[in-house]
Antibody
């Protein structure tokens, strides 16, 4: 079964760029059947979808974050990545990667999540 | 403020049934059958429980069921068990540029 695992720094300074990677195991990111998403959850709050990437490199971002977000894919490593620039304390959250079937609108599975704290 | 509205908390005793509501608009919940529900235990990743309003993924107990009426979707859990105590989130496709929206989450307490 497919598993997703996030990795990256747990602490980022304000105004810097947050960078995370999601490694996919048990299946190929190049299968073409799925969109690969990032979702975040601030402490004690609800979920917010950040954006997705298709294996071809096409992307779609949440308009509220679009100006600061870049999602990329490395099919040779079976990974996709998130960069969020000019971070502030409001970007402190648990960041999840997740898979959505192409043409469908649910996420399964999810990675375990990684907490990123924005602080000097 | 989340795009979809859920009650902050619900509770029930073991063996009882509870229902969690998720209210949106005709641009999301009411306009499409793309509502999904996720269960999240503390410190864990969300788990898909229901997709496309009422479909259960393989391995999810049939005690979990979903429905929709107008702009409101509902998750019903029957025969409550202690292990059902968790946070539950609804999500929907939206015709707005956001594509995906979530509810604020509902904390289920099993008394």
């Amino acid at each position: 079964q497919v598993q997703l695992q996030e990795s990256g720094p747990g602490l980022v300074k304000p105004s810097q760029t947050l960078s995370l990677t999601c490694t996919v195991s048990g299946g190929s990111i190049s299968s073409g059947d799925y969109y690969w998403s990032w979702i975040r959850q601030p402490p004690g709050k609800g979920l917010e979808w950040i954006g997705y990437i298709y294996y071809s490199g096409s992307t779609y971002y949440n308009p509220s974050l679009k100006s600061r977000v870049t999602i990329s894919v490395d099919t040779s490593k079976n990974q996709f990545s998130l960069k969020l620039s000019s971070v502030t304390a409001a970007d402190t959250a648990v960041y999840y990667c997740a898979r959505a079937p192409r043409g469908q609108w649910w996420f399964d599975p999810w990675g375990q999540g990684t907490l990123v704290t924005v602080s000097s | 403020q989340s795009a979809l509205t859920q009650p902050a908390s619900v509770s029930g005793s073991p063996g009882q049934s509870i229902t969690i509501s998720c209210t949106g608009t005709s641009s999301d919940v009411g306009g499409y059958n793309y509502v999904s529900w996720y269960q999240q235990h503390p410190g864990k990743a969300p788990k898909l429980m229901i997709y496309e309003v009422s479909n259960r993924p393989s391995g999810v107990s049939n005690r979990f069921s979903g429905s929709k009426s107008g702009n409101t979707a509902s998750l019903t859990i029957s025969g409550l068990q202690a292990e059902d105590e968790a946070d539950y989130y609804c999500s929907s496709y939206t015709s707005s540029s956001t594509l995906w929206v979530f509810g604020g989450g509902t904390k289920l307490t099993v008394l």
